[in-house]
C-alpha cells in the first residue's frame, strides 16, 4: 500500500531544512532507522555529498541514518531494499535526467508502489506526477523524457504562487503557464502552496496543512481545494 | 551581413504591443512591404490564426503586411523567400518542437544569417541563442532537443527579474537558476531586462533600451552591463 508525502517545498520563509515537516516526518518513518536519499536535483549545484550531509543532520534529529544513492554502486538493489527513500528539491530536469541515466525510473516507482515510505519536496515531489512538464524550473539538461514516477495520477505545480497584480512585470504569470500546458494536455494540476502537502495512503490521497491549494483542469475555471479535502478522485 | 532584433518583451506595462519598439521597427524593416510571422510559441494557448491577426494589428501602423508561417504549405521555401521574419513569443518549448516539426530550424538559422531583417520577442529571442536552456517557460510540451539557431555565440534570459529582497516565497530566484544552469554548462547567459534589447548588425551585436541587463559567466560573480555595451566578444 502506497505511503507517501509530497510537500510543495522543504524550508518555510524563516524556518529550517524540513522543521515544519518534522513531526510529520517522525509519524510517516516511525517504523525505520534509516532512509535512502536522492540527492540528484542539486539545488544551486552543491554536490551529491553536501546535499546528503545536509539532510542527515536534520534526520539525526528523528534519529534515522540517511544513506545517499550516489554512495551505492548497485542503485537500484539499493532502492529496491531501503527501508524508506527521500527526494530532495532542486533542478527536476536534472533529477529525471539523472533518474533516467542509473535506470532507476522504474524500480524507484515500482517501490514506492508497493508500499516503501516516500518522501518528495519540491522537485522531488513533481516526479510523483505524471510527468514534470508543469514544473518551474530552467532545463538546464535534456533528460530523454519528461514522464516520471506516476504515483498519483495528475500533476503538480510546487512552490504555487497566486499571480501578483500589483506587478509591473509581464513575464506570464503561473496561471497562464498552466492554461498553456492545458492547451496541449488533459491531466490536472495541483497548485501546491509552501507549506502543503499530499498525503497519499494506498490510493487515498489527502491535502495537508495550512493553505488551501489551487486545481487547475483543462477547459474549466480554477478552484480553490481547501486543506483536508480528499482528492482520490482527481484524476 | 546578420540584421537582428532581439527584445526581452513585446509589451511594456502600459503599453500596448510592440508599442515601444515600433519607431525601432521602423527603421529595421524600412525595405520591407511584407513579413512573415512565426505564431507557433502561441502565448496563452491562442490560435495561430488570432495570433498573427494581433500581430497583422501592429504591422499596419507601418505600412507593413503580415503573413502567418502556418498559411504556407511549403514553410521552409516561405522563410528563404521572407523579405523579413518575426518571431514573437509565447512558450518556448512549444516554438522549439514546432520548428523542429516543420523541419525549418536549419533553414530559419541560414536565412537570418544571410542577412533576412529579423525581430524575435521573448521565446522569438530565446531561439536565438545557443539553446532553450535557460527559458523561463514551462516545459509544457517536449522537443526533440534544446538546440536552437545559434545568431548569437550565448543564451538569454528574457523578462530578466531580480530577486526580490522581500518575498516570504522560497522557489529559486532567477539568479539561483543561472547558477544551476552554469554548474553544467559553460554557455555566458545575458539576462535581458523588459523594455532591453540586442541589436545585431552583421558581428556587431549592441545592448539597446534605457535599462542594463545582467550578465551571467561560468564561476564569475555577475556583471552588469550597461545600455550601449558591445557584447560583440561576448562568447
Known amino acids: 500500500m502506497k505511503n507517501i508525502i509530497i510537500a510543495s517545498t522543504s524550508t518555510l520563509h524563516g524556518g529550517t531544512y524540513l522543521e515544519y515537516l518534522l513531526p510529520e516526518l517522525q509519524l510517516h518513518f516511525k517504523n525505520c532507522t534509516s532512509i535512502v536519499f536522492i540527492p540528484f536535483a542539486r539545488p544551486s549545484g552543491i554536490s551529491h555529498t553536501e546535499y546528503t550531509d545536509k539532510v542527515r543532520e536534520t534526520f539525526e534529529k528523528i534519529n534515522i541514518e540517511v544513506k545517499g544513492l550516489h554512495e551505492f554502486e548497485d542503485k537500484p538493489k539499493a532502492l529496491k531494499n ?135 483542469e483543462a477547459n474549466q475555471a480554477p478552484k480553490k481545494i481547501t486543506s483536508g479535502s480528499d482528492l482520490s478522485d482527481l484524476k
Open 82 to 216: 531501503a527501508e524508506a527513500i527521500f527526494t530532495g528539491g532542486g533542478n527536476t530536469f536534472l533529477l529525471v535526467q539523472q533518474l533516467y541515466h542509473h535506470q532507476v525510473m522504474t524500480v524507484l516507482s515500482e517501490t514506492v508502489k508497493k508500499g516503501t515510505p516516500y518522501l518528495g519536496t519540491s522537485a522531488g515531489s513533481n516526479i510523483c506526477g505524471l510527468s514534470i512538464q508543469t514544473t518551474n524550473d530552467m532545463p538546464i539538461v535534456y533528460p530523454p523524457s519528461f514522464q516520471t514516477l506516476g504515483l498519483i495520477p495528475f500533476n503538480l505545480n510546487p512552490h504555487y504562487l497566486d499571480a501578483d497584480l500589483q506587478s509591473k512585470h509581464m513575464g506570464e504569470t503561473r496561471e497562464t503557464r498552466i492554461k498553456e500546458f492545458h492547451a496541449f494536455n488533459n491531466i490536472p494540476v495541483l497548485g501546491l502552496r509552501e507549506g502543503s502537502w499530499l498525503e497519499v495512503k494506498g490510493e487515498k490521497i489527502t491535502l495537508k496543512g495550512d493553505l488551501s491549494a489551487r486545481l487547475f
